[in-house]
């Protein structure tokens, strides 16, 4: 090994550390690596979801959806796997909020029409830059959810069930609509990141409070604070009301 190969090698592992402490200062990409690392191992011992596929509601302009893939780059080339043997997926109308519904929407921060961003925007200002599209594991579904999130897109993706979400819409209406079309085909260990929590500053009855208290009261699962990592918005992990990952007696 000659020594131009050393200094190569030296040089390589301090600019990869330096960008990956770089990296960990954004405290939701550090979320999505941690989490990523976490489900991976829950894959390996059989205690969570069987499959490590990203879903994002509410794209916006692509600056969280980045903050996922940079993680996952990061991620795959320390743990040594193919980044695109991973899939994520985006929902949004990709026109806009729409109207608000009522007083639990309705906070000043947000309009109709806020955050609109074409696909193919998203596409080529941001994400061609950290990820090589053709590639066909980032899947677009465009649409307004009360249209787009149905029983039978539920059906298409139940091959790639979540088991790392963003809820990044806004709205008490449009979070309540995804975690009831989400329902079904979640699986106890599912992470959560509710980007919009703060929003009437944590009163139940207004935004996402009040569309998780709802969806906990029905009973057939709970989603749970989990401090995995302080954010502006708040971490939770779903658990079925059946918990499916018990040790099961054998009969005689």
Known sequence: MTIFTVLRYIIGDFLFNLRYKLFLKDKLRKFYFRALNRQTVMVKIGLGPPFINY????VGWGSTLKKFITALKIFCNINKKDLYSYHIFGFDSYEGLPEKEG?????????????????S??????????INLKRNTIH??????????TTELRNELSEYPPSIITIDCDYYSSTKIVLEWLRPMLYSGTLFYFDDMWSF???PNYGQPAAIREFNEIGEGQLIPFPLLGLNGQVFI?????????????KL
């Open 201 to 203: 500053h944590g009163h």
């Open 103 to 119: 007083p639990k929407d309705d906070s000043k921060e947000w309009s109709k029409g806020s955050y609109s961003y074409s696909i």
């Open 121 to 130: 925007e998203i596409e080529q200002k941001v994400l061609k830059r950290v």
């Open 55 to 58: 879903y994002e509601f509410g």
């Open 238 to 250: 779903y658990s079925r009301k059946e918990f499916e990952f018990t040790s099961k007696e054998k």
């Open 140 to 149: 677009f579904i465009k649409g307004f959810y009360e249209d787009s999130l």
